[in-house]
């Protein structure tokens, strides 16, 4: 079996504080994507997730900084890289996905150039080369009347369709790593599950590895082979799947599993339960503290 | 969009009879009359059979809704009325000035959007730094420094202590005599738009897109000309629109301190008389070219913003 894709090692972001040690995000962070792989990170918002994955892309804002850590890609740090070279990384060996499709396309740009972008930008192309690629893409993610699409302006198109495009733009390049961030959080249902299934078969054929952020465990559930959990800026958990759904070990991950409301319940328990979870998990007793990370291909 | 146009242009009728209707009213209950004035200012007793003749022979005798009525009907024609002063139709005053009261908007604007805008755009690529500081408190000395003011100030450095260009006059639209006063006038619209634009891009770097376009892998000059450029013009286009319209009317003081032969100073001085036709007659142009950009800037923010349709 060849190494891992990326390999993430003891990834830290903070804030830096001039009176003192810097404010911490995220700490400590280790885990690798193996080639191909659906990696993914679940935990509640502020936990550390995104800002953990725009650290890989070197997209964190001010004032959030990288503090410590490594991330081996092809034998090169990216936490470690100049701009230049990173520039020729992103959106083409490791592309990245955000919530929010209603405002992370350029709403005065043509969908099409939005994605021929991606072709100029690393393929060399020309633009007019370019757009017939575009159209090519869109149809690569199921949108329908992908040559009128490309004409289009992002207000004209539904939420569901503008994450396609941004799928389209992603997988452009046939990227060896897709960031998804919270990819279907803004969708609804039915969308959200069309968006999963089209992450996945693109992913497959391509080979493409996904780093798929997420803080619904459904989705998870669904999706990944390994899966980290994260609180506090700490990665608790680090299982396969399908052992960390049958028996989780952090008291954390308990807590968040047993937290999910069930058919037929009262939907007073599972109040009581949500209310319970803060309670249950005292964040600073040494038992948070500890973490349960196996290594791969763990016995179920 | 040809439709559009001519709805908007048929808008402005409604406009320009409010203000002219507002004009005739300001002037017939302000103190002093043109027949006082043209006595000696009403410093001697007039003997009424002569103030009589006077508003006889200007029709300033008729009531005012009757001088409203004729006035308006006049106004359908393009016929403005005839000078008190001069005897001169009002339309042929106001055709020799609109020119060089244009020459000297456009070219305070053109100022304004040359140096303004890219140095706006300069401050906001790095917020907080010298040049960005540097840019922001000539932007607010711009914007607060009084015009006449900063006039008197290059007339006096530029005119009088250098003897570089002249401090006024219109010297046959030579370019020497309009620097100066161009300088002067384009000044507060320049800070204006180096605040407007430093803003703007700032908004404008700070929204998702540019995350987006960052993550794609966009060089940050890529980045510039593709996702930022245009979307920072929908800002500054207002600006630059309210600017370029309310120019005319604010150039008055400058045309004034400067001995500018433009639209500004006929008002100034037929204000002064109780030239009536004549304040009316510039005062209706000012209005209708406020009006008139307004539209343009309409129409260019629907050629930049995809998301605007002209209905």
Redesign the interface.
């Known amino acids: 079996m060849s190494g891992p894709l990326l390999d993430i090692r003891g990834l830290t972001i903070g804030i830096p504080n001039r009176n003192g040690p810097p404010v911490q995000i995220v700490r400590d962070l280790s885990f690798d994507i193996m080639p191909g792989e659906i990696f993914g990170l679940v935990g509640e918002s502020g936990s550390g997730k995104s800002a953990s994955a725009l650290a890989l892309m070197g997209l964190n804002r001010r004032p959030l900084t990288t503090l410590k850590g490594q991330a081996f890609y092809g034998g090169q740090d990216l936490l470690a890289m100049s701009r230049r070279s990173m520039r020729k990384l992103r959106g083409n060996r490791i592309s990245m996905i955000f919530q929010e499709p209603m405002t992370a396309l350029n709403p005065l740009a043509r969908i099409g150039s939005q994605i021929a972008e991606m072709f100029v930008l690393h393929r060399g192309l020309s633009w007019s080369d370019a757009r017939p690629k575009a159209v090519e893409a869109l149809a690569a993610v199921q949108v329908p009347d992908p040559e009128g699409r490309a004409r289009a302006y992002p207000h004209q198109l539904s939420g569901g369709l503008r994450q396609r495009v941004m799928i389209a733009m992603a997988m452009a390049c046939r990227p060896d790593l897709l960031i998804a961030d919270e990819p279907t959080t803004a969708l609804d249902v039915t969308v959200q599950a069309e968006v999963l299934r089209l992450i996945r078969e693109l992913c497959e054929r391509e080979g493409t590895a996904v780093l798929l952020i997420s803080h619904d465990l459904g989705v998870i559930a669904q999706m990944c082979q390994r899966v980290g959990v994260m609180a506090n800026g700490r990665l608790l958990e680090l299982r396969d799947a399908k052992a960390l759904f049958t028996d989780p070990r952090h008291p954390y991950t308990q807590g968040l599993l047993a937290a999910l409301p069930r058919l037929g319940s009262r939907a007073v328990e599972g109040r009581h339960r949500l209310a319970d979870l803060d309670m249950a998990i005292d964040r600073d007793a040494p038992d948070f503290a500890k973490t349960y990370l196996r290594p791969r291909g763990e016995a179920a | 969009m040809g439709r559009y146009i001519l709805r908007r242009l048929l808008q402005m009728i409604p406009t320009l009879l409010a203000v002219a209707a507002l004009i005739f009213l300001i002037f017939s209950v302000l103190p002093g009359s043109f027949a006082g004035t043209m006595t000696g200012g009403g410093r001697r007793a007039l003997s009424p059979e002569l103030v009589a003749q006077i508003n006889a022979q200007f029709g300033l005798d008729k009531p005012l809704p009757v001088r409203f009525w004729d006035y308006l009907v006049r106004l359908v024609q393009f016929d403005l009325g005839t000078s008190f002063r001069t005897r001169e139709p009002v339309v042929d005053l106001i055709a020799a000035r609109i020119w060089p009261s244009l020459q000297l908007a456009l070219s305070a604007m053109a100022l304004a959007v040359t140096v303004g805008i890219p140095l706006g755009f300069l401050a906001a690529m790095r917020p907080g730094s010298l040049l960005d500081s540097i840019t922001m408190i000539f932007a607010v000395s711009g914007l607060s420094m009084p015009q006449f003011w900063l006039g008197l100030l290059l007339m006096y450095v530029f005119a009088l202590q250098l003897g570089w260009l002249p401090s006024f006059g219109y010297g046959g639209g030579q370019l020497r005599n309009l620097i100066l006063p161009a300088i002067a006038l384009g000044f507060a619209p320049l800070a204006l738009l180096a605040r407007t634009t430093r803003a703007g891009v700032l908004e404008v770097m700070g ?3 540019i ?9 940050p000059s ?1 980045m510039i000309r ?2 930022v450029l ?2 920072v013009m ?1 800002l500054i286009v207002t600006t630059m629109g309210l600017q370029i319209g309310s120019l005319l009317g604010q150039a008055l003081v400058i045309e004034k301190l400067f001995s500018w032969p433009g639209l500004g100073s006929l008002m100034v001085d037929s204000v002064a008389i109780r030239d009536i036709p004549v304040v009316q007659g510039t005062i209706l142009v000012i209005v209708l070219w406020f009006l008139v950009i307004n539209v343009l800037v309409d129409v260019i923010y629907a050629a ?4 605007i349709s002209l209905r």
């Open positions: 929204s998702d897109h995350r987006t376009a960052m993550a794609k892998g966009a060089s890529q593709w996702h245009r979307n929908v930049i913003d995809p998301r």
